[in-house]
């Protein structure tokens, strides 16, 4: 909500996202009237009790400000809170972790029915892991600041997101141009299972990652043109006969798997392209017939439906309490 108010980015399209998040958290009326909006959101979730309800409050957001952070202290950061003139956070400081204290206590007033979900931005700190082939001591430290993070914003959230790649690694080396730097290999997995265990020891909290690209390596639909773009991640979490590769991230502390594309034009479970069954000459091996005219050749419907068809396997330590801020019922 935040990067696409005024006078941020909706006023200046060209604006980078980065730049329009900071304007928009030093603008009075747009701080005003967001804090209004998550009322009023919080009002209405209320009158749905019996519906789960997440918040998953300004993916990115967090990462982007993080990166303005001095020595990983949200308190340092500016954010418009108790200057905005609104009742119920006049006391709030007018930083970062006012601006987290402000949600908590909207939700604690209104909807102690809905979770709250914090996001960490593996790339937050300004430094990248995959990119540079981090050691495990970088990845160690890297968790710890975001921890660190995460721990002064002084609002324990119920959970926290995180996110593999909001584009398939093809769509980003046939679009982009990025020379395959988007691709994981093994090692990258087990960097990002370390800086997510690290993350949640450090905090407390359990993950959901979402972003999961739908692109595959094994379908003849997958040939890195339009919808039809490669990954490994689906792969690599569900086409794992032994479940070691779910199994490492559910000990990490994830507790669900988000698919879905962040842009148009990216694989997709259904015929999003409008091409029907769509089987071209193999490239890097890739020589499975499409499954139907999904545009992954209907991989993860498989692979889902096996999954399942074998049994979900439950979180690590499902029953426990999680973290919550005081006075709203435990959430098990």
Not at 119 to 136: E, N, P, Q, V
Not at 179 to 197: E, P
Request: aromatic share 10%; hydrophobic share 40%; glycine share 10%.
């Amino acid at each position: 909500m935040i990067v696409q108010s005024a006078p941020g980015r909706a006023d200046a399209p060209g604006a980078a996202e980065p730049e329009a998040v900071r304007l928009n958290l030093a603008t009075p009326s747009t701080m005003a009237a967001y804090y209004a909006d998550l009322r009023v959101f919080f009002e209405r979730a209320a009158t749905l009790p019996e519906i789960p309800t997440i918040l998953h409050v300004e993916p990115d957001l967090w990462g982007f400000a993080h990166q303005r952070a001095q020595n990983d202290d949200a308190s340092t950061v500016p954010v418009l809170v108790g200057s905005t003139g609104l009742a119920e956070v006049a006391d709030l400081p007018d930083t970062l972790a006012g601006f987290a204290q402000a949600v908590t206590r909207l939700r604690d007033r209104y909807a102690p029915n809905v979770l709250l979900a914090y996001h960490l931005s593996a790339w937050g700190t300004g430094d990248d892991i995959f990119l540079s082939d981090a050691r495990d001591d970088a990845v160690d430290r890297i968790a710890d600041r975001s921890a660190r993070f995460y721990r002064s914003l002084g609002a324990p959230f119920d959970l926290a997101f995180s996110e593999f790649s909001d584009r398939d690694a093809g769509f980003k080396e046939h679009v982009y141009g990025d020379r395959g730097r988007a691709w994981w290999d093994a090692a990258d997995f087990t960097r990002h299972v370390r800086l997510l265990a690290g993350f949640v020891e450090g905090t407390g909290a359990r993950l959901v990652l979402w972003q999961i690209p739908y692109g595959n390596t094994k379908m003849r639909a997958q040939n890195n043109t339009r919808g039809h773009y490669q990954d490994n991640r689906v792969e690599w979490l569900l086409d794992d006969p032994a479940r070691g590769h779910l199994g490492e991230y559910l000990d990490a502390g994830v507790i669900a798997f988000l698919f879905g594309g962040g842009a148009g034009d990216v694989s997709c479970p259904g015929d999003q392209v409008g091409d029907g069954v769509t089987d071209p000459a193999p490239i890097n091996g890739n020589d499975r017939p499409s499954l139907s005219a999904d545009d992954d050749g209907g991989y993860f419907r498989e692979r889902a439906a096996a999954y399942y068809a074998a049994g979900p396997l439950p979180p690590v330590g499902e029953g426990c309490t999680m973290w919550h801020t005081n006075d709203v019922p435990d959430r098990r």
